[in-house]
């Protein structure tokens, strides 16, 4: 959909509701997204594919306003995220103040940028624990992927000194159709670097991986095999080495994921320029979204009309409202069902109870047999940039 035919649809769709309901339950989870800078261009990554606000970042003194006021609601984990953020000088300063307000603290990173120096530092500030990506477990895919020469190599020294600096070591490898057939040399490299916990997540198909989904997407036959692949591991593993946990897109379910454990219930993610969301994607709905520089945290999670919006069932079509499993997936994810069907106020398109449900076939019949060679990485600059696959020299 174009901007213009969203901001169409805005003031129908986001009056539908009718009495909104209100925040019975503090954010416990902060994703602070210091910076949409990223030295990688994976064309799987969830940010924005429109990046405008990337250059309009909060100050260190905004984001330890965020941080104060998320915490005395009761918010006790917060995560460092991007793009990549060890590119904010300040990083070290913010973790520090989030330890000193008592956050349980997570980085999320690629690795690029880490040095020895700066995780010493980051471990005297008082980092909890450090989420390392890598794109491959194979050296050459690895670097295409991220669109990075010598990335592999940077990330495989990050997570030695991850593990000499003492922290917990999770792993996450983004699988798609171009890794998932390595997923076994995936799981012996993560034994091998001696991580805790590693994520095999297979992307889920929003921001710069909506738009090369027909790339990304794995067939049914592929995500099978590799969970039996992980299962076999797992069973000969003996309860010693990492824990792996492996996550399936749910376009091949027939239910959808209960996403952010319900909208404004848990999570609050604020992007670099201080758009607060309801989930990191939120920002493609036709809804206006509160900046933290204009608004304290309180006021924008209790009242803000994007914030209640989809808290309760109001909003649910009757399809949902009279569900017996409403509870359990809060009707799926809002912008999936925006994405595939131009209405956020739609049942997920994955529910096999949903008159859409057809279109989730319809894109998997696809897996595996993309038309166009051409795969976009991801950048910073406002317009989708593309270069070939073939372009790229690793
Ligand atoms: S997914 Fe890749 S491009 Fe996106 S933020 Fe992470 S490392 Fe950077
Ligand atoms: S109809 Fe709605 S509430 Fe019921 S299972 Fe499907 S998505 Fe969930």
């Not at 593990?163 to 390595?182: D, R, S, W």
């Not at 995936?186 to 670097?193: D, G, H, P, W």
């Not at 079509?317 to 009279?322: G, H, R």
Request: proline content about 5%; hydrophobic content about 35%; some cysteine.
């Amino acid at each position: 959909m174009t901007n213009q035919a969203s901001q169409a649809t805005k003031s129908s769709q986001a009056t539908k509701a009718s009495q909104p309901a209100k925040a019975t339950t503090p954010p416990l989870w902060l994703l602070a997204e210091l910076t949409y800078q990223c030295p990688l261009h994976c064309p799987y990554c969830s940010n924005p594919v429109n990046m405008e606000e990337t250059f309009n970042e909060l100050s260190t003194s905004q984001w330890k306003k965020v941080f104060r006021e998320a915490r005395e609601m009761g918010a006790v984990q917060l995560g460092f995220s991007g793009g990549e953020p060890l590119l904010r000088k300040d990083l070290e300063e913010l973790v520090a103040y989030a330890r000193e307000l008592g956050f349980y603290t997570n980085l999320i990173t690629s690795g690029i940028g880490m040095t020895e120096k700066r995780i010493a530092k980051l471990k005297d500030a008082g980092l909890d624990h450090i989420q390392l990506s890598f794109q491959s477990a194979n050296a050459e895919v690895n670097d295409l992927i991220g669109n990075k020469r010598h990335s592999f190599k940077q990330k495989l020294n990050i997570a030695k000194l991850v593990k000499a600096y003492n922290y917990p070591m999770v792993l996450n490898f983004c699988i798609t159709a171009q890794n998932i057939h390595e997923i076994e040399e995936v799981m012996a490299l993560s034994t091998e670097l001696k991580a805790d916990f590693v994520e095999l997540a297979t992307v889920q198909y929003y921001g710069w991986a909506y738009e090369n989904r027909e790339h990304l997407l794995p067939t049914k036959n592929q995500l099978e095999e590799a969970e039996q692949a992980v299962n076999r591991y797992r069973d000969q593993q003996d309860g010693v080495g990492p824990k792996f946990m492996f996550v399936t897109p749910d376009y091949y379910e027939n239910r959808p994921k209960a996403c952010m454990n319900g909208w404004g219930t848990t999570f609050l993610t604020v992007t670099p320029d201080g758009s607060a969301l309801p989930c990191h994607s939120a920002k493609i709905l036709p809804l206006t979204f509160p900046n933290v520089k204009d608004s304290s945290v309180q006021n924008i999670w209790e009242h803000d009309f994007s914030f209640n919006h989809f808290r309760g069932d109001d909003w649910m079509p009757s399809l949902c409202k009279t569900c017996d499993e409403k509870d359990k997936d809060f009707g799926g994810c809002r912008c999936q069902a925006f994405l595939l069907t131009g209405d956020m106020h739609k049942t997920d398109p994955v529910c096999d109870k949903s008159p859409d449900h057809h279109l989730m076939k319809t894109i998997t019949d696809k897996a595996g047999q993309q038309t166009s060679s051409t795969l976009k990485f991801r950048t910073v600059k406002n317009n989708i940039p593309v270069k070939t696959i073939q372009d790229l020299t690793v």
